[in-house]
Nanobody, 123 residues
Framework: QVQLVESGGGLVQAGGSLRLSCTAS????????MGWFRQAPGKEREFVAA????????DYSDPVKGRFTISRDNAKNTVYLQMNALKPEDTAVYFC????????????????WGQGTQVTVSS
């Protein structure tokens, strides 16, 4: 089992920044690719960003490309999501997830999930 705990969400004005953190426990963190997903009210959970086990490979969804940066610190068992130039449409609950195989974009491919952290961007 891997336990994931997100933090760093909050309320921010459009154009502002937030950094989300997700700390893992339970198994060797570096054995897992990590992803960030988000879910807005009434919508399906969608892919935001993913990072390979070593951190050498990254992937982003088109809506966040150029504004968000995913990174990880395997020594601290933590993955981050730096979010800049936030827009009201970024408002959602953000989840981190762990994948034992690949830094995938598909929700179904992730084995473990955190409880989520709310991000609200006001206009």
């Amino acid at each position: 089992q891997v336990q994931l705990v997100e933090s760093g969400g909050g309320l921010v004005q459009a154009g502002g920044s937030l950094r989300l953190s997700c700390t893992a426990s339970g198994r060797t963190f570096s054995n897992y690719a990590m992803g960030w997903f988000r879910q807005a009210p009434g919508k399906e959970r969608e892919f935001v960003a993913a990072i390979s086990r070593s951190g050498g490979r990254l992937d982003y969804s088109d809506p966040v490309k150029g504004r968000f940066t995913i990174s990880r610190d395997n020594a601290k068992n933590t993955v981050y999501l730096q979010m800049n130039a936030l827009k009201p449409e970024d408002t959602a609950v953000y989840f981190c997830a762990a994948n034992s195989i690949y830094y995938d974009e598909r929700v179904s491919e992730y084995d473990y999930w955190g409880q989520g952290t709310q991000v609200t961007v006001s206009s």
